[in-house]
Each structure stands twice: as C-alpha cells, then as structure tokens.
C-alpha cells in the first residue's frame, strides 16, 4: 500500500526526471499528436516511427536537437504518471492538502517542472488517459500562480478539480470539456467559449461582490507597481498586483483611513484616518512601525516628501503637522487655517508644502522651518484640490466654478481658468510635460494650456461629477472617474474617448495610473478595487484580437461584412478578497455551461457580461 508521504516522493521522483527537457520538445510532440489525430499518445510515441516523424519537424528548429535522452525521460514519465494516483484521484480534495502544499514549495520556482504541467494539460485535448493527472496538473498552476492568460486551452478536457480563482483571461477554452469542476472565482474575461461542453459546475456566491466591508476611500501604487495599497473602514489592505491575491490587511485604525501614501523606496506606507492618528506601516513584515498622535480631529491627507523624510498630515482641526519618519516624532505643526485642511501636497524639489483649505486659502509652507512663506486667497469658495507642476513652478488650486494657476515664487496669479458654470472643480492633474492641466466638473472633462491659460479641449462623455482626472505617466491617456459609475480613458491628442469601463452600481472616486502607464486602479462605493488593462495609445480592446479576427477562424463566416462592435472594455484583474466569477466580455458559441444542480449558467454569464454570438447571427 502507497501511503501519502510515500505518493508524494514517487511524484517528485516523476517530477526530477524533467528538467532538463527543453520547453520546445514539449510543443513539438503536441503538435504531432493533433496532427496525427493520435488518441493512444504514449503507445504512439513509443513507437520508434514517432521519433522518426519527430526528427523531421525539429529540423525546422535548428535551436534544438533532438536528444534521445530527453525524448526518453518524457516517454518514461508518461508512462510512470499515468500509472500514478496523480493520475487516478482528485488531488484538490483536502485529503491531498499537505503533498500538495509540499509539492508546491519545491516546485513553483521550478520552470521546467511547470511545462511539463502545462503539457499534461494539454495532453488531456488529445488522450482520454491522462485526464485527471491532467485536470490535476491546471489545479496545481491554478495554486502556484502561474500567468494562464492568453493561452490556448482549446479542447481540453478536465474533471473532478478546483480551479477557484483560476485567471483564464483572454484564453482560446473553445470545445474545452469540463466536469465537476469549481470554477469559483474564474476569470473568463474576453474568453474565447465556442462549444465548449461544461457540467456539473460548482460557482460560490455568482451575486455577491466582496472585498473590504465597506466603501474604498483611497488607493495608491507602490513606486515599483508590484504592490496596490487600499483603505476603507479601519482597514488597509495590500494587494499583489500581478496576480490580484491579498498579500496582507493591516488592522488597528479605529475609523474610516481616508488616505494611504507609499514613501518614495515603497518600504513604508503611510495611513490617515478618521480616529484622528497617522500611522507607518512596514510594507515586508506588514506590521505598524509607528503611531502618531497629534490631530484633534479627522486626518483627510497624508503626503511623503520626495526624500521620504518627513510626511505631511492635513486635519479637520485646521492644522498640517510635519513628521519625522525616522525617529517617528512631530517636526512642526503649522497653524494658519482657520477651517478643514481637504489636501496637502510637496513640491517635486520637497523644500513647500502646499495646502488647500474649506477656508477658501492656499498655503505655501517653508519644509524645512515650518514656516508660512504665502497665503493666497484667488478664491471665493473652498480650495478642493491642490497640484504642483512638474517643475514645481506653478500650483493649480481647484475650487467653485474655477482654476487658479499660481506662480510658486511670487503667489501670483498666472491665470484663473474660470469656463465653469455653477459647479465645483473636484480635481486638477497636470500632465507629466507640465504644458496641460486637466480638470474635472460635473459631467465633463477640461484641457488647459498652462501656459496661455487657454482652453484646449472639452471632453464630453460623462453624465455625473468627474470626481477625478490622472495622467498616464507618458501624458498620452488621460483617465477619469466619475459619479456616473463608469472610468473613461481619453486620447490627449485627439481629445477623443478611447475607452469606457462600467463599474456597476456605483460611483468611482478615485483613479491612479500605475508608474508605467500599463495599468489603472479604481475605487469606488462598491467595496473592491478594478485594475484595468491600459495599452498606452491604443483602444483597449475585449480579446488580443478583435471579434471580427476570431470569427475568420470558421470555415463558414457567420458574419461577412458585420463584425461584432468592440466595445465590451475588459477588467484584467478584479481585486477582491473574495473569489469572484468574471466573464465580461467573453465570447460564446453554442455549447452548454450546466451547474451541479442542473441550472443553465448561460444567464449568470449574460450578467457578467459576455457575448452570446448566436444573438448576433440571429439579429
């Protein structure tokens, strides 16, 4: 009898054989298989005709030689996991717990282990008998985190496993089997679904949208990007952004964090909140580094120098205090507001602080004495949101009806931007060449030549107040949230609306780019953040290709001239803590996706969002 220990070191056994085999013998013997319509895989390859018939596709490959060694050892492999309990019994079952997670410690770093689990998976397409070595091979790159994304799954098949929270985004699953399955939380977002057979399918919670317990108030990208920073309720949690996993949720707030700032080497992350302290956090170990006890009243903005020596607070008892991040004391409170402090903000060179206030003023502060160099008051109503130029000559100050642009040295007006009729300016962002300020108003998006002052452009679109404008960090995509519930991203030059990302039922408040431009967070009422996919210049589009690409590939085009509008813009990744079902802008074709109890989730799926091809044809 094989006890589990014993099952274990016969796996991995199976599992050092491999890896010295190169990614491409792989590739190549899958090829052969399906150009062969073999069923009966190792009995074909074991045949000395098949390395023959091998040998002559590799010589289109002149980088890889056929070594006999190598074709062996995956033959020998085969032939051992198929005989294997791997190959026999459900591994996701909680009996298997501990060879898993033993497994996975020894083998996630391990490349080329993993390819030979990615070619048992495939290998379920072509041969019924290695079905379930092959169903357990996806549930285990399903827990390393292997990127599957954009991959071609096409007719695999794969039964009795979990692959909760498994990211199929923009993967070709077309005549993929699947049975008894749980795809909880599965990310089918532009996913090609063509008559696919799904039964006896386990989805948890297809109605629920969980992630914090209440509304997100704050998100922020660690410099690097690697890490997404949120805040809500007395919570903060990190988020790994590459794989949308929690990493860690940092509790001891007593109220509302209303703001989280990374410091400039992403080592620490700042947070104010609502139970009237500041506290640091240590982004490696997770744990609170500091507490500062100073304000009287609500924290609404934390800011880090450029440096990442001193971090500034700005409070609803009308005071901005300066901290010393190292020795974890108060530098300097600076008094001079006689109402809320809504922003606070350092100037690229860190020597000001800027501050905007419900008292109508902004404040320029000397960094180091603490001192108040300028109070300006250009407005007759409440500064909302403060910007300093790239160059740190001019600050924008946001406010009722109207823009101020203030020269930094002087406290001079340059220029007041004033088009607005009866509404607030909510947001003001420059762009990274500091030539254009972009504000946002309700319901519509304006262009400001800063150095004319001049309007460029009005960017219509929206039917809420635009809560907030950003810059993609190339300044050619211009992104804003809205109380409309939807994100738009915008081209600079054309002034034209590239893209529109719905966010249900709720309003965003807040968007940021990521440092290279590639991604965009959003948070909203709606307790979670979205990452969206942001291709610098171009239409974010539903799939890799567009749908009148995939439709070429049918004998018989169910579509001539008319391809289907791309207009489905797709999440990448849905940050959640909480497994979520996603499947927007999948495409489907016939086939049948049945639940354990015998439901027909083809509604589910029109709810999130996919594309039912046949409506199409019909109409």
Same mark, same amino acid.
């Given at each position: 009898?094989?006890?589990?220990?014993?099952?274990?070191?016969?796996?991995?056994?199976?599992?050092?054989?491999?890896?010295?085999?190169?990614?491409?013998?792989?590739?190549?013997?899958?090829?052969?298989l399906r150009k062969e319509q073999i069923s009966d895989s190792l009995g074909f390859l074991l045949n000395p005709n098949a390395q023959k018939l091998l040998e002559e596709q590799l010589k289109m490959h002149k980088e890889i030689e056929l070594e006999k060694q190598n074709y062996h050892i995956i033959t020998n492999s085969m032939k051992l996991i198929q005989n294997h309990k791997f190959n026999k019994n459900n591994y996701s079952e909680e009996i298997y717990n501990e060879i898993k997670e033993d497994l996975i410690k020894k083998i996630s770093q391990n490349k080329k282990i993993i390819q030979f689990f990615q070619f048992l998976v495939l290998l379920t397409a072509i041969d019924n008998n290695f079905i379930q070595c092959g169903s357990n091979s996806l549930n285990l790159l399903v827990q390393i985190k292997v990127d599957l994304t954009n991959q071609n799954f096409e007719n695999i098949n794969i039964q009795n496993t979990s692959l909760v929270g498994a990211n199929f985004m923009r993967c070709n699953l077309s005549q993929s089997q699947f049975d008894n399955v749980d795809i909880s939380g599965i990310n089918l977002n532009g996913a090609q679904l063509f008559n696919c057979k799904w039964k006896n399918l386990k989805i948890e919670e297809l109605n629920n949208l969980n992630g914090h317990s209440s509304s997100v108030r704050s998100v922020c990208f660690m410099p690097d990007g690697s890490t997404l920073a949120s805040s809500s309720y007395q919570e903060i949690r990190l988020w790994e952004v590459k794989t949308g996993q929690q990493k860690a949720q940092l509790n001891g707030h007593t109220g509302s964090v209303s703001s989280v700032c990374f410091s400039p080497d992403g080592t620490t992350l700042a947070s104010g909140s609502w139970d009237n302290s500041i506290r640091l956090w240590d982004v490696q170990t997770q744990l609170q580094k500091a507490k500062f006890d100073g304000h009287s009243h609500y924290v609404m903005s934390v800011c880090f120098s450029p440096d990442g020596t001193t971090l500034a607070s700005g409070s609803c008892d009308k005071s901005i205090i300066f901290w010393d991040v190292k020795i974890g004391e108060q530098k300097a409170k600076l008094e001079g507001h006689n109402h809320f402090v809504n922003s606070v903000c350092f100037s690229p060179d860190g020597t000001r602080l800027a501050s905007g206030s419900e008292d109508k003023s902004i404040r320029l502060w000397d960094v180091k004495t603490g001192q108040e160099q300028l109070k300006i008051n250009c407005h007759e109503y409440a500064s909302m949101s403060i910007c300093f130029s790239?160059?740190?000559? #001019?600050?924008?100050?946001?406010?009722?009806?109207?823009?101020?642009?203030?020269?930094?040295? #002087?406290?001079?007006?340059?220029?007041?931007?004033?088009?607005?009729?009866?509404?607030?300016?909510?947001?003001?962002?420059?762009?990274?060449?500091?030539? #254009?300020?972009?504000?946002?108003?309700?319901?519509?998006?304006?262009?400001?030549?800063?150095?004319?002052?001049?309007?460029?452009?009005?960017?219509?679109?929206?039917?809420g107040s635009v809560s907030s404008v950003c810059f993609s960090s190339d300044g050619t995509i211009l992104a804003s949230g809205s109380e409309d519930k939807s994100i738009r991203l915008w081209d600079i030059k054309t002034g034209q609306e590239q893209a529109k990302m719905d966010g249900l039922n709720h309003d965003f408040r807040q968007v940021c780019f990521s440092s290279d431009g590639t991604t965009l967070a959003s948070c909203s009422d709606e307790n979670f953040i979205r990452l969206w996919d942001v291709e610098t210049g171009k239409e974010i589009q539903p799939s890799d290709k567009s749908y009148k690409d995939i439709l070429i590939?049918?004998?018989?085009?169910?579509?001539?001239?008319?391809?289907?509008?791309?207009?489905?813009?797709? #999440?990448?990744?849905?940050?959640?803590?909480?497994?979520?079902?996603q499947a927007q802008g999948a495409l489907i074709l016939k086939g049948e996706f049945i639940s354990q109890s015998g439901i027909d989730l083809k509604t589910q799926f029109k709810e999130r969002g996919s594309c039912f091809l046949e409506t199409f044809w019909q109409k």
């Open positions: 009898m094989n006890y589990p220990d014993e099952q274990n070191d016969d796996l991995q056994e199976i599992f050092d054989q491999v890896q010295y085999v190169h990614e491409q013998l792989y590739c190549m013997i899958v090829q052969l790239p160059d740190g000559t #001019t600050l924008a100050s946001g406010s009722y009806q109207e823009i101020c642009l203030l020269d930094v040295q #002087t406290g001079q007006q340059k220029a007041k931007l004033n088009s607005y009729s009866g509404e607030w300016v909510s947001s003001v962002c420059f762009s990274p060449s500091g030539t #254009t300020l972009a504000s946002g108003s309700y319901q519509e998006i304006r262009l400001w030549e800063v150095k004319t002052g001049q309007q460029k452009a009005q960017l219509n679109g929206h039917t590939q049918f004998k018989t085009p169910l579509f001539s001239d008319n391809c289907l509008p791309a207009t489905a813009n797709i #999440t990448i990744l849905l940050i959640s803590q909480q497994a979520i079902f």
